[in-house]
């Protein structure tokens, strides 16, 4: 069970970085989830999703970002920020693709 209740996407940031060691930045490109500190390149079974915060615009419920936070095959952890709304940057396919909880 997940300890962790936050009110806003820059505390859960803050907290899985600070407290919990997911130092890493995770991103979805167009093949592979690259570790952005490292530059190591995942593919997602090399994955697994350990949580998952979902967040809410206050202006607009439609503006709605996901933060997940990832461990990799070796030992590496660190977080990926998915934003939905007027631009996704992150590949959304292969981020389904990591084993894990999505809720």
Known sequence: ????????????????????GYKEDFEAEETCIKALYSKREYQPSDLKI???YRFEGMT???????????EAKDGTKGTLV???G???VQN???IQQIPGKKD
Not at 2 to 20: K, P, Y
Not at 60 to 70: A, C, G, L, R
């Open 1 to 20: 069970m997940d300890r962790h209740s936050f009110t806003t996407l820059s505390e859960a940031i803050n907290t899985l970085t600070q407290e919990d």
């Open 50 to 52: 350990i949580n998952s």
């Open 60 to 70: 607009n419920p439609s503006d709605e970002s996901i933060v997940f936070t990832i």
């Open 82 to 84: 998915m934003s939905y």
């Open 86 to 88: 007027a631009s996704t």
């Open 92 to 94: 959304e396919s292969l």
